[in-house]
T-cell receptor, first 110, second 112 residues
Framework: SQQGEEDPQALSIQEGENATMNCSYKTSINNLQWYRQNSGRGLVHLILIRSNEREKHSGRLRVTLDTSKKSSSLLITASRAADTASYFCAPLYNNNDMRFGAGTRLTVKP | ETGVTQSPTHLIKTRGQQVTLRCSSQ?????VSWYQQALGQGPQFIFQYYREEENGRGNFPPRFSGLQFPNYSSELNVNALELDDSALYLC???????????FGSGTRLTVV
């Protein structure tokens, strides 16, 4: 399968805590992207990390990529209730189409 | 930057009917992808169009077809609707090799 697989399926934390989500994939990639989806709406692009990068930051987001383990992680620091959403990773392969796993459903309790 | 617009937002059809969903890509984007998302699931890739040609297809039957127009707008057509086709249909546009996909808010299709 070309899709990413997110882990855990669900995560519940208190506001202010950090949230870590993981993604695994099967074959070599060009880049890997993370997206957020609020309930029943379109996906929002969060961050892209290229295959030759190991870590990338964007505001409270930190993404790592380990191509030897074919895995990535998304860290959200100092979480807020507004971060409650589903998070998807999308490995991008040579054919440029993006495939998604089932996602991680994050709940941040105020 | 106009974003990606999908129409209609909601639609109810009867089993066996045909439906056309529409998408206007973000300005400057030449690639459009369509996804089907069932409740509680991740988006499933239907197909991608680049320069009006199909550029990749997921595991969907031929009754799912598409078009991309010269202005990079797009249509998703589904024939002989089945109850399991009930889902949120998402359109996403991008530049080939670009930094990310821009998604529309989706069309919620209910088949009864």
């Amino acid at each position: 399968s070309q899709q990413g697989e997110e882990d855990p399926q669900a995560l519940s934390i208190q506001e202010g805590e950090n949230a870590t989500m993981n993604c695994s994939y099967k074959t070599s990639i060009n880049n890997l992207q993370w997206y957020r989806q609020n309930s029943g709406r379109g996906l929002v692009h969060l961050i892209l990390i290229r295959s030759n990068e190991r870590e990338k930051h964007s505001g409270r987001l930190r993404v790592t990529l380990d191509t030897s383990k074919k895995s990535s992680s998304l860290l959200i620091t100092a979480s807020r209730a507004a971060d409650t959403a589903s998070y998807f990773c999308a490995p991008l392969y040579n054919n440029n189409d993006m495939r998604f796993g089932a996602g991680t459903r994050l709940t941040v309790k105020p | 930057e106009t974003g990606v617009t999908q129409s209609p937002t909601h639609l109810i059809k009867t089993r066996g009917q045909q439906v056309t969903l529409r998408c206007s890509s973000q300005s400057g984007h030449n690639t459009v992808s369509w996804y089907q998302q069932a409740l509680g699931q991740g988006p499933q890739f239907i197909f991608q169009y680049y320069r009006e040609e199909e550029n990749g297809r997921g595991n969907f039957p031929p009754r799912f077809s598409g078009l991309q127009f010269p202005n990079y707008s797009s249509e998703l057509n589904v024939n002989a609707l089945e109850l399991d086709d009930s889902a949120l249909y998402l359109c996403a546009s991008s530049l080939v090799g670009g930094p990310g996909y821009t998604f529309g808010s989706g069309t919620r299709l209910t088949v009864v």
